[in-house]
């Protein structure tokens, strides 16, 4: 069965520096990726996704993540953060040909601060 | 634009009574799925329609109900609230093609007094 482990549950960080939160997941079969971003009382967002190809993948506001599947991972990573990046991120795992679930981790919570 | 819509945003409702909550979405995904979130957790699913097919997880409670009457429309009914279901609510759609990402909804938050 799968599993989703996201290391940190809070990272305070210091704005426009940079920031990392560490996914890494297990599973036996080849699996889609997903970061999605959380503000405050709403739902989530997708922020990128990992499904094939290149293993590098960016979003629009500058967050990119890597995927690494000797290592199981898929770490985001923002060069500078900005205020309003302050939300919890969840990393997700959805195995191939196994049904459309996702499979969620814990949750990481980025406070920006000035 | 496409979106899954959530109704209300914010329910009260007391001990023990019945309520439900609302989902409608304008992207035509097959699928759609209701979770449950807790402060400082991740989402947790309590089932998921593949058109009309419901699929339940084992460990919904019998408490939490579900309908979907159409393509566009699903409902998550609670017939018992209790104080331990007081949580944000979540709905969500994908397509069983290739795009496997699903798309949230903006939530309820149930209060239950």
């Known amino acids: 069965a799968q599993s989703v482990t996201q290391l940190d549950s809070q990272v305070p960080v210091f704005e426009e520096a940079p920031v990392e939160l560490r996914c890494n997941y297990s599973?036996?079969?080849?699996?889609?990726l997903f970061w999605y971003v959380q503000y405050p009382n709403q739902g989530l967002q997708l922020l990128l996704k990992?499904?094939?190809?290149?293993?590098l993948v960016e979003s629009i506001n500058g967050f990119e993540a890597e995927f690494n599947k000797s290592q199981t991972s898929f770490h985001l990573r923002k060069p500078s953060v900005h205020i309003s990046d302050t939300a919890e991120y969840f990393c997700?795992?959805?195995?191939?040909?196994?049904?459309?679930?996702?499979?969620f981790g814990g949750g990481t919570r980025v406070l920006v601060k000035p | 634009d496409a979106m899954v819509i959530q109704n209300p945003r914010y329910q009260v409702t007391q001990f023990g009574k019945p309520v439900t909550l609302s989902c409608s979405q304008t992207?035509?995904?097959?699928?759609m799925y209701w979770y449950q979130q807790k402060s400082s957790q991740a989402p947790k699913l309590l089932f998921h329609?593949?058109?009309?097919?419901?699929?339940n997880e084992a460990d919904t409670p019998d408490n939490f109900q579900s309908r979907r009457p159409n393509t566009s429309f699903c409902f998550l009914d609670i017939r018992s609230p209790g104080l331990g279901d007081a949580a944000m609510y979540l709905c969500?759609?994908?397509?069983?093609?290739?795009?496997?990402?699903?798309?949230f909804g903006p939530g309820t938050r149930l209060t239950v007094t």
């Open positions: 969500a759609t994908s397509t069983a093609g290739t795009s496997p990402e699903q798309y």
């Open positions: 599973s036996s079969v080849s699996v889609y």
């Open positions: 990992y499904l094939s190809g290149s293993t």
């Open positions: 997700a795992v959805r195995e191939f040909a196994a049904g459309n679930k996702l499979t």
């Open positions: 992207l035509n995904h097959n699928v």
């Open positions: 329609y593949y058109d009309k097919d419901f699929n």
